[in-house]
């Protein structure tokens, strides 16, 4: 569903993201993880067509994004870092507003945003601006958003973000039984959400991916067979540099 | 098809965000108010005694220069600040259509602000005879004239997420609009340059363009004019945020 092949950005000298290539199918759930500033935001806003690599090819459900990028955004929902939201909306305003432009009308559309309600317990907001809501809620509502038209492809910028430890439960069950049937990569920092909700990991430190295989295969490379141990020796030499 | 659907989508969500706070109506007030001063105090309405709106349509180049930036500023700034922006732009639309969207709703905004003004119009017709075809034109001429202001504030936005910056920023380029035509300007340019060249500078300003609709003529070129400031300024506004997505 998602093949990404040699992506390259640079912003002006510093390669934020440096050949990068990998492919998820229907099916998987990509855990993205490492450092800050690593570069997973920067991948994830190439792979969905906010901006343009400065090199490589990207294809969604074989279209491809940069010369084809409403097909290919047609299929993708999107959670972006920090989950963005119009502030004067009420959440089912704003939901309403996204299926709209996802080209769900009418009753479909009334359906799909009662369905995104419901998966996201936002119930209790929903008439709510978004200005007042709490950061869990604000969360999950832009959560919402990246369900709303059932996507096969689905994209989220560290999902549990601020969420409570209930809260990082509920949706680390919804992304792995989403799973089942769609296309997911989301980032994080929390290693354990890495092995309840993903089949597979990519590991990625200043621009490149340094590790790519299942939790348990990552896991094995280390003597106690603990992914941190993992993590931190890939990627520790290069933060207290600081890169 | 799916392009006017999505520019309705956007549209309305932009409409529905000025009257979702009290932005829409302080602003309707204000500018209500203002009209209403510079028609009949600055302009001397009544003093005039001719039954035509000339004293209130010759002000709304300097009246605009500030509301009209006020309006547009948050188009895109705003967009930048909440990150919605990045969320908007990965959504199956293209960003001109985003840009047309967003756009129109606020030029329906200050279109409905001016369609407010109508008492004055019953007024002159009710205290005179007035040539209602002339006021036409210049309720024609004054749409054009917001639209044109607000493509720039769309630009300028664009360019910056800080609100206050992008505010100067559009009225400056909108006050260079209507000094390169305003008449002090002119004269003080033609003493130093060649009338062809006072010619060619007042031909940007929105001044020189508007004078024909207060007259009551609707000129094409005119026309044309104003279509071609949104039109670039529009075109600017895309080419800006294709720059910065760029990086």
């Not at chain 1, 601020?162 to 992304?175: A, F, T, Y």
């Not at chain 2, 005039?48 to 220069?65: D, I, K, N």
């Not at chain 2, 639309?93 to 008492?119: D, H, Y």
Request: hydrophobic content about 45%.
């Amino acid at each position: 569903m998602i093949r990404v092949e040699n992506l390259v950005k640079a912003f002006g000298a510093k390669l934020a993201v440096n050949d990068v290539s990998f492919t998820v199918e229907r099916g998987e759930v990509l855990g993205f993880l490492g450092p800050n500033g690593a570069g997973k935001s920067t991948t994830m806003r190439m792979i969905t067509g906010f901006i343009p690599p400065s090199s490589g090819r990207i294809t969604i459900g074989g279209h491809d994004m940069l010369e084809d990028p409403l097909p290919a955004k047609r299929l993708i929902g999107y959670l972006p870092e920090n989950a963005p939201g119009y502030a004067d909306m009420t959440v089912l305003g704003f939901l309403n507003f996204a299926a709209e432009l996802r080209g769900l009308h009418g009753d479909a559309r009334k359906r799909a945003v009662g369905r995104a309600i419901e998966l996201c317990f936002l119930q209790n907001v929903a008439h709510q601006t978004i200005d007042t809501l709490s950061k869990g809620y604000k969360h999950r509502t832009g959560l919402a958003q990246s369900l709303v038209h059932d996507p096969d492809v689905l994209i989220m910028d560290e999902p549990t973000d601020g969420l409570d430890p209930n809260q990082k439960h509920e949706v680390r069950g919804l992304i792995k039984h989403m799973g089942e049937n769609k296309a997911i990569i989301f980032s994080t920092h929390i290693l354990e959400e890495v092995e309840a909700a993903c089949s597979r990991v990519i590991i990625i430190d200043r621009g490149r991916i340094v590790a790519n295989g299942t939790p348990a295969e990552l896991k094995a490379r280390s003597p106690e067979g603990r992914l941190e141990d993992v993590f931190r020796a890939i990627t520790l030499p290069d933060t207290v540099k600081g890169h | 098809m799916n392009t006017w659907a999505n520019i309705k989508t956007i549209v309305k969500r932009e409409l529905g965000g000025y009257f979702t706070s009290p932005i829409a109506y302080v602003f309707l007030v204000i500018y209500l108010l203002l009209t209403g001063f510079f028609t009949f105090t600055v302009g001397s309405f009544f003093e005039r005694g001719e039954a035509s709106l000339v004293s209130f349509f010759t002000w709304h180049p300097w009246l605009y220069l500030f509301l009209v930036p006020a309006v547009g500023m948050r188009l895109w700034s705003e967009e930048r600040r909440l990150g919605t922006m990045e969320l908007l732009l990965t959504m199956p639309v293209t960003t001109w259509q985003a840009i047309t969207g967003k756009f129109l709703a606020s030029w329906l905004f200050l279109a409905l602000a001016l369609a407010l003004t109508f008492p004055v119009v019953v007024t002159v017709n009710w205290l005179g005879d007035p040539d209602n075809g002339v006021i036409f034109a210049g309720y024609v001429g004054s749409v054009l004239l917001a639209g044109s202001y607000l493509a720039v504030a769309s630009m300028t936005s664009a360019m910056t997420r800080n609100q206050v910056i992008s505010f100067i920023l559009s009225v400056l380029i909108c006050l260079f609009l209507i000094l390169a035509g305003y008449e002090p300007v002119t004269g003080l340019l033609s003493r130093v340059a060649s009338p062809q060249v006072v010619e060619v500078v007042a031909a940007f300003s929105v001044m020189t363009h508007f004078e024909g609709f207060q007259r009551g003529v609707l000129d094409t070129r005119d026309i044309v004019f104003f279509a071609s400031v949104m039109g670039f300024a529009l075109f600017t506004t895309g080419v800006i945020i294709r720059n910065q997505r760029a990086g």
